[in-house]
């Protein structure tokens, strides 16, 4: 009897139409996935603020995302994480590692969309520098970054280096303010502070805010309280600025002309106490750090006088009428956040005239001495190549972070779908099955 071989051909191209769609199932979804990882990808990595105990992480992805930093003293046992400081899904991100060993090599890998990325295939790693003596003064420089169109460019990172010192970085707030204390500033080496020479030591800024565009800028010390609005897309030089005035704070006095003031023939005992002439702000210096979230402000001022008290960052507007003791105080409603805050005093003096008092200041937690930045972009002077930190050097950026297959503790990717699979075994038993009954068929 013929035997029938139709249906076994039938049943192997069916076999190996199979195959082929399986694979190009499989094929599609990988390459799926790595179009999404590359939006996720960290980029211009960069390693700054360089303490005995902390460092801080910045990088910038092409999509909106959140993230976090795997962590530890060996490149296998990367056992702490660290969440990205902005509570938000955003195109930058920054974060900093404190309570660490001085003089201490740490590696770690990013987890950024919900994968591992590392430095091209091994985990980056930085060197704590030595332990310092805490700077006697806070020299602060302060300015805001802003978009083509003027407005305040929120949470951008901005980096600044000053005569050849170790990469300092902050983050840009609501406003588009910063703040960052020279002070901290160390030599590449990490072990002394740098000494600013204010009219010579060059700043370097460059600010980065994703898709909106980067900036760069150079200043020098004696000019940069404030530094003027960097606008991203340009390139300033500030270095022909005059120098600032002192802390760059506005000050208000008044003084009254000496025919109001005629000297008379008694003396006045030291028990009257005279109501001052002018607001004064007395609990907090210009750029000074404090370690409460909710700090009292205080100070003298005409009795009667109303003054308008706003704290910029919030913001948050009141008005505190001077009493008869001449003394004024005033609290916040809400605890205020980390980093750089703006007090603004606003009164009307005697003769009708508008006056102005503002302070700036930073907010700080009080687990330790070294400043620890929040707020933006990449200094012209920093080299954009792949950050390794070494303990005599400061890391430069990564531009090529790779993907790794660890899995992580939080988010995890999703792996490989079996459906493929299921469907090419269900087939397979099913040809086997066919080819039998075709083989029993022809031994009829």
Known sequence: MRKSKIPTIIGLFILVFGLAAGVLLVRNQNIFRLGAAAEFAPKDVRISNITDTS??????????????????????????????????????????LRGLTPQTTYFFKINSGGEDFDNNGIAWQVTTGQTLEIPSKTNLVSGSVL????????????YLTVGGGSLLSTITSDSGSWVIPLSSARNQALSSYVVVDEKNALIEISANAGPQGVASAQIYPQSARPVPSIILGDTHDFKNLPPSEESGIPKASIGLPDEATPSSGFEVGETATPS??????????????????????????????TLTITLESEPITEAVKVPTSGNWSWSSPEGLAEGAHKITITWRDAGGILRTLSRTFIVQAAEGPSFESTP????????KASPTASPTASPTATATPTATATTTAAPVPDSGSLTPTILLFIMGIGVVAFAFLVWKKSEI
Request: charged content about 20%; proline content about 7%.
């Open 55 to 96: 460092f801080t992480i910045s990088w910038i992805t092409d999509k909106e995302t959140s993230g976090f930093v795997k962590w530890g003293q060996g490149a296998t046992s990367l056992d702490k994480t660290d969440l990205d400081e902005l509570k938000d899904q955003s195109f930058t991100h920054l974060l900093t």
């Open 147 to 158: 978009t083509s169109t003027g407005q305040p460019a929120k949470n951008a990172l901005l």
């Open 276 to 305: 001052a002439t002018t607001v004064t702000l007395e609990s907090v210096e210009p750029g000074e750090i404090i370690t409460t979230t909710e700090p009292e402000f205080f100070g003298e001022g005409p009795v009667g006088v």
């Open 376 to 383: 933006s972009a990449s200094p012209t002077s920093t080299p």
